[in-house]
């Protein structure tokens, strides 16, 4: 199997185009050709030289492919070096057209099934350099492809037999999360997910499947979601998942405080939000079903269980005063946070159960606050549309 390191000159605006010289690529009138060199930095060349050290090969879209020949195999002095490594290495083309490719050692790929193909034969590993709509097409392939795992679940033998494109054999798909838009511990995983940018496939769960027949419900200790693959890793519990995400997948959101002092804080926090916003919060929902254990089971009760409704209401006035006394002498870790991820998808639906009135003013402007966060507000607009599955309808606000 090789792997595929896909490299680029991108600027920090998102320029993908001619970093290289006014002539290499005006298509679309640009006219910044040869950005690259007014800004070089010679601290990239450490990283330039390891990845273009030792055999390798190259994949290409059609565009960079013609550049790349009408200058490399004629370079001479100090990128001689450079061109005769080009030479020597295989150039794979993704490409739709016939145009004839004269480079020694080139080859054409009709679509990422080849790329698939070429990924899991033997050979040196491949880089790709700029082309943007190939690294596009691929990333979208990579997204689209559903995860290969070792399943008995019916369900994901199917899905594998679906697969196509890089994913078959090639093993491009890392992260799969498992859950529903409408669902707060979802949020809670999907904001850590947002916040970094982490690339991952979402995974639907199916509320027609019966709960225990369902992957998360087989592979949850109690048929839960969201559930995490991480390759061959499967991580449950929301909690869960933003330790793994801190260790494994770290980006610019301090998902786990760096000082333990504040990360020790934000574990707290987690608990309270967890277990007495959201606990309460679900106990209030759970009421109205006629199956609290199996919410998409029986369906909704005749008349809701009033004592759980009142119990769960008193429950969440307590917390809130709880968080409202805290905040008063304590500051929260900074966003996007453990605690922000706790935070948002319990205060959000909390306050549809019961709302958080103005005699806890620090905790309403919480809330206020993390709703404004992108990732959290894009989590919202994901649930939008499955508002009228909210138990009596949600409230026409947020
Ligand atoms: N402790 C779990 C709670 C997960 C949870 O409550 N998930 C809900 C969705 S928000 C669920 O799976 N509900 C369906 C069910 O319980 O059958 C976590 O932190 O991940």
């Excluded at 419900?217 to 330790?243: M, N, R």
């Excluded at 005063?321 to 991820?341: F, M, Q, R």
Aim: glycine content about 10%; hydrophobic content about 40%.
């Amino acid at each position: 199997m090789r792997k595929i390191t896909a490299a680029a000159f991108l600027s920090l605006d998102g320029v993908m185009q001619a970093p290289g010289g006014p002539t290499e690529d005006p298509q679309g009138g640009f006219e910044e050709g040869g950005w690259m060199f007014k800004i070089w930095d010679p601290g990239i060349e450490p990283t330039l030289g390891s990845l273009f050290s030792g055999e390798y090969d190259l994949l290409l879209g059609r565009r960079t492919y013609d550049i790349f020949a009408a200058y490399w195999p004629y370079a001479e002095g100090d990128n001689k070096p450079m061109s005769e490594a080009f030479d020597r290495a295989n150039k794979y083309v993704l490409t739709r057209g016939d145009q004839p490719l004269e480079w020694q050692n080139s080859h054409r790929l009709r679509g990422v099934e080849d790329v698939a193909r070429i990924k899991a034969e033997p050979g040196s590993d491949i880089i790709i350099q700029g082309s943007r709509h190939c690294d596009r097409d691929l990333q979208a392939a990579r997204r689209a492809a559903p995860l290969p795992r070792r399943s008995t679940d019916p369900g994901h033998q199917r899905s594998r037999d679906r697969a196509s494109g890089p994913d078959r054999g090639g093993n491009l798909v890392m992260l799969e999360l498992h859950g529903h838009p409408f669902s707060s511990f979802t949020w809670k995983a999907l904001i850590p997910l947002y916040a970094n940018g982490t690339d991952f496939t979402f995974q639907q769960v199916d509320p027609s499947v019966p709960k225990f027949e369902s992957f998360t419900g087989k592979v949850h200790p109690s048929g839960q979601f969201p559930v995490l693959v991480d390759g061959e890793t499967i991580v449950v519990e929301a909690t869960g998942i933003i330790e793994h995400l801190a260790v494994h997948h770290p980006g610019p959101a301090p998902l786990i405080p760096p000082d333990p002092a504040q990360a020790a804080v934000a574990r707290m926090l987690d608990r309270v939000f967890d277990n007495y916003v959201m606990g309460n919060m679900q106990r209030v929902i759970a009421a109205h079903f006629v199956d609290k254990d199996d919410p998409g089971a029986g369906g909704l009760r005749d008349e809701p269980f009033a004592p759980e409704i009142a119990a769960g209401k008193a429950g969440l006035r307590r917390a809130y005063g709880w968080l409202e006394n805290w905040l008063g002498s304590n500051a929260l870790p900074p966003h996007v946070s453990l605690v922000t991820c706790a935070a948002a998808p319990a205060l959000f639906y909390a306050d549809w159960v019961e709302p958080v009135t103005q005699s806890c003013p620090r905790l309403v402007a919480l809330r206020a606050e993390l709703l404004a966060l992108p990732p959290v507000a894009r989590c919202v607009e994901d649930a939008r549309p499955y508002r009228p599955f909210f138990p009596y309808g949600a409230p026409n606000r947020d």
